[in-house]
DNA sequence: GCAAAAGCAGACACATCTGCTTTTTTCGTA
DNA sequence: TACGAAAAAAGCAGATGTGTCTGCTTTTGC
């Protein structure tokens, strides 16, 4: 996505961007397809980012990708910027929402979480995020943008991980290190997967030593 | 850097472009200048790099930055294309050098090490790599340079870490886990710390517990 | 049913990047 | 000192991306 000129004002009659509060005011039928439209348009982008990457990622791409006509997508848009920050939200939801559905089914142990969490980061929305979050380095609207949808995915991963092992909350010093070191190593282990391919026997070996750093950092293991 | 069109037959009769024979060849003078101004360019690219992120490095901007014109850039270069690919080869070379020359001076501590190794993540040149490691995700040709490059520098960082800790060697199996594990760990924290900042304090943390961690590991230590 | 508004498509003008070609300058060497 | 090759600058045409604008179709609310 090439240089644009920094952010238009957000002219107040227009359609509501990126909060939908037009849903609410107007339940309607006609905003449905709407919504619609505008799904299609991300999940094109997201595709977009994971197969030619943030930097050649361009509107007319996405647009031929969704199988709509560039002017539609400037319809719901209006900005190439925009869209993708309308992107990166919805990449979050996404992946919170997966956290949700996986919390459900999940056993109560470090082993199951700790691959619950891996196979998030395997999946194309992790690429697409990623892509995003490197752009957003250089861009402060992105980074705006990003900075509190991260911070409410950690608040979330640290919710989850309690609820499911509570005993944690007796040693909150351990517990920051054990999400720390996983939530690094194993993003870090992901992107180096996708650059330069990690070997599947070292990943194993990664993720079970892991699981065993995590549970010697446990409060009832420690002594 | 936007899409170019697949590289160009080498045309022989050129000046050479990425290896340097004509230093070999031509050992003149003149060809010194010549030399320098490359390095100056890729300097120039680096620097783009980080400031821009390599979505926006655009070849007028590497020449304004390094002061020159498009025209001498291209000049040495033909090519946007190669010239990330040098840029490329040139960061390699530097973290290379950086560790070979750390390694002299360093206590024979895991600690020191692990310090070492995140001091070199800090260094914008860092930022640059992983730029273009990332962008090598989706350009075949990036990546078809990286992989040497990624697969040389595992071996040199393999070879030091045997050099300060030969006990290593009788326990491979351990020593391949601690490597991965640090690697990823640290590559983890600085790309996280670089789009969403990290505490220093977790960061601290982390690489305490990591140290902590690889002494576990460690052949004489172990039961 | 009809006017207003939204969804959508295509065309337009502007900017910029890329690579190539041509011209000027620099500088070593005969 | 003058020649000639390499270095550097400048100019050019093609391609592509971006945002805006205009027009057509469909839905919605009165």
């Known amino acids: 996505m090439k240089a644009m000129p920094t952010q238009k004002i957000p ?38 980012l994971v197969k030619f990457s943030y930097a050649d990622t361009t509107t007319p791409k996405v647009a031929e990708e969704a199988g709509l006509s560039r002017g539609a997508m400037l319809h719901h848009f209006e900005n190439g910027r925009q869209l993708m920050q309308a992107t990166l939200v919805e990449l979050h939801r996404k992946r919170l929402r997966a956290f949700r559905r996986a919390a459900g089914t999940l056993d109560h142990d470090a082993r199951t979480l700790l691959h619950a969490y891996w196979d998030q980061l395997l999946r194309p929305n992790f690429i697409a995020f990623q892509e995003l979050a490197n752009a957003s380095r ?57 650059t ?28």
Chains 1, 2 share one sequence.
Do not use: Y
């Not at 002219?11 to 397809?33: D, F, Y």
């Not at 943008?145 to 309690?162: Q, S, Y």
């Not at 010093?173 to 992901?190: D, H, P, V």
């Open 11 to 48: 002219s107040p009659g227009k359609t509501a961007s990126i909060g939908s509060a037009r849903q609410l005011i107007e339940p309607t039928a006609q905003a449905l397809k709407s919504a619609k439209t505008r799904s299609r348009l991300i999940d094109a982008t997201i595709r977009c």
């Open 138 to 194: 250089t861009d402060k609207e992105l980074a705006a943008v990003l900075e509190p949808v991260r911070r409410e995915f950690d608040e979330r991963w640290h919710e989850l991980a309690i609820e499911l092992f509570p005993e944690w909350a007796d040693d909150l010093a351990a517990f920051k290190i054990a999400l720390a070191l996983t939530q690094n190593t194993l993003e870090g282990m992901a992107l180096n997967r996708v």
């Open 196 to 223: 330069h391919g990690i070997d599947e026997e070292t990943i194993s070996l990664v993720l079970d030593h892991l699981e065993k750093v995590i549970l010697d950092l446990r409060p009832d293991r420690r002594s």
